[in-house]
């Protein structure tokens, strides 16, 4: 069998599209996987570091209002359709998978160009112009939340990498603060805002580093690896580490007792399988779904929310420090994140495009 998978850009799109790759694998190591990308996308470095072949289309932007770029679509679209389908075509494609994002339309397009069978998956509550296309051309649609308003959609979870899915933080805690540097014992607080990170986190944590250090609390503080910091903090016990990036997020979440970060899909889909609670600031801008991904959780009790324009040291402080001195409550909210949790979207998933392969 062979398996096209369409998902290109950021984190989001990729991630899950390579953790369905290495469910199919498990299923039958025999199946061929091809991913869709493009040049400028994170997949260039993402898809080969996992092994997988990575097979190049023209990018194509869809701008979301009327401009003149937008004459510019239809050629720049036929010869990345042109593309995508001649990838299907050399491959042997039986089945093409789409995550979203710039290489989805094309390859949804070169799909039925070709007469290869389609599944959509949506992680995010508000589909993408490339997922809302992809619908409309299959009725095998899988979604991330249960209420992404879709045509024949199913939800099924965001599929993750099994490091995280299988992650078992308490067992794995003393071990994970040890590669961080920290202390076994001290309530501890992973610091994120996605995969580039957030300046707004970034900034008002930095700001409550000396505050933090005095209520006896240590940070794991991932900025993201285009941003720098003005004023390292100075040395000392708890620690304030500081890192551009993190390869091992398991490792990450397995030291942390509670999280300050965004709420993009992925990362509530992980901080709920693993367990984990967090403060909850979802990006300012865009459609709102980053509120969406994080309401359900907090509604359960497996987390906080607080807006952008509202996070400040002051309400790090009056917030997450008496939270992380109180074990019963982070261990209640712990729970309540698990019971959002879905471990098994990669499984799931993987079964329903070998069963729509096979028919």
């Given at each position: 069998m062979r398996v096209v998978l369409a998902g290109g850009g950021t984190a989001g799109h990729i991630e899950p599209a390579l953790a369905l790759a290495d469910a199919l694998r498990q299923f039958d190591p025999s199946i061929g996987i091809t991913c869709l990308g493009?040049?400028?996308?994170?997949?260039?470095?993402?898809?080969?570091?996992?092994g997988y072949e990575l097979a190049l289309v023209p990018a194509v932007p869809l701008p979301r209002a009327l401009t003149p770029?937008?004459?510019?679509?239809?050629g720049r679209l036929a010869g990345a359709i042109s593309a995508a389908g001649g990838i299907l075509e050399r491959v042997g494609a039986d089945i093409l998978v789409g995550f979203g994002g710039y290489v989805a339309t094309p390859g949804y397009l070169g799909a039925r160009r070709k007469g290869v069978p389609i599944v959509v998956h949506e992680a995010n509550p508000r589909p993408g112009l490339a997922n809302r296309l992809g619908a409309r051309l299959t009725t095998h649609v899988f979604t991330g939340h249960p209420d992404t308003p879709l045509p024949n959609a199913e939800h099924v979870g965001i599929p993750l990498r099994k490091d995280v899915s299988t992650l078992d933080r308490f067992s794995l805690g003393d071990k994970a603060r040890s590669y961080f540097g920290l202390e076994s014992?001290?309530?501890?607080?992973?610091?994120?805002g996605g995969s580039q990170g957030a300046r707004s986190i970034n900034n008002s944590a930095l700001n409550a580093e000396p505050y933090l250090r005095r209520a006896g609390i240590q940070v794991i503080h991932v900025i993201g690896p285009k941003n720098t910091v003005e004023v390292e903090p100075p040395p000392g016990d708890p620690q304030y580490v500081i890192l551009p990036y993190v390869d091992r997020m398991d490792l990450a979440y397995a030291a942390a007792d509670l999280v300050l970060c965004r709420s993009g899909a992925m990362t509530t889909a992980e901080l709920t399988a693993v367990g984990l609670p967090a403060a909850y600031v979802p990006l300012p801008h865009g459609n709102g779904e980053q509120r969406l991904n994080a309401e359900p959780i907090v509604r359960a009790g497996g987390g906080l929310m607080v807006d952008d324009a509202e996070l400040s040291p002051d309400w790090i402080m009056r917030n997450l420090a008496p939270l992380l001195h109180d074990p019963n409550r982070i261990a209640a909210m712990s729970e309540a994140a698990a019971r959002m949790g879905r471990k098994d979207a990669d499984v799931t998933?993987?079964?329903?495009?070998?069963?729509?392969?096979?028919?």
């Amino acid at each position: 069998m062979r398996v096209v998978l369409a998902g290109g850009g950021t984190a989001g799109h990729i991630e899950p599209a390579l953790a369905l790759a290495d469910a199919l694998r498990q299923f039958d190591p025999s199946i061929g996987i091809t991913c869709l990308g493009t040049e400028r996308g994170l997949e260039t470095r993402l898809v080969p570091a996992r092994g997988y072949e990575l097979a190049l289309v023209p990018a194509v932007p869809l701008p979301r209002a009327l401009t003149p770029q937008l004459l510019t679509v239809p050629g720049r679209l036929a010869g990345a359709i042109s593309a995508a389908g001649g990838i299907l075509e050399r491959v042997g494609a039986d089945i093409l998978v789409g995550f979203g994002g710039y290489v989805a339309t094309p390859g949804y397009l070169g799909a039925r160009r070709k007469g290869v069978p389609i599944v959509v998956h949506e992680a995010n509550p508000r589909p993408g112009l490339a997922n809302r296309l992809g619908a409309r051309l299959t009725t095998h649609v899988f979604t991330g939340h249960p209420d992404t308003p879709l045509p024949n959609a199913e939800h099924v979870g965001i599929p993750l990498r099994k490091d995280v899915s299988t992650l078992d933080r308490f067992s794995l805690g003393d071990k994970a603060r040890s590669y961080f540097g920290l202390e076994s014992d001290r309530p501890t607080l992973l610091v994120f805002g996605g995969s580039q990170g957030a300046r707004s986190i970034n900034n008002s944590a930095l700001n409550a580093e000396p505050y933090l250090r005095r209520a006896g609390i240590q940070v794991i503080h991932v900025i993201g690896p285009k941003n720098t910091v003005e004023v390292e903090p100075p040395p000392g016990d708890p620690q304030y580490v500081i890192l551009p990036y993190v390869d091992r997020m398991d490792l990450a979440y397995a030291a942390a007792d509670l999280v300050l970060c965004r709420s993009g899909a992925m990362t509530t889909a992980e901080l709920t399988a693993v367990g984990l609670p967090a403060a909850y600031v979802p990006l300012p801008h865009g459609n709102g779904e980053q509120r969406l991904n994080a309401e359900p959780i907090v509604r359960a009790g497996g987390g906080l929310m607080v807006d952008d324009a509202e996070l400040s040291p002051d309400w790090i402080m009056r917030n997450l420090a008496p939270l992380l001195h109180d074990p019963n409550r982070i261990a209640a909210m712990s729970e309540a994140a698990a019971r959002m949790g879905r471990k098994d979207a990669d499984v799931t998933l993987a079964r329903k495009v070998l069963e729509i392969a096979a028919r």
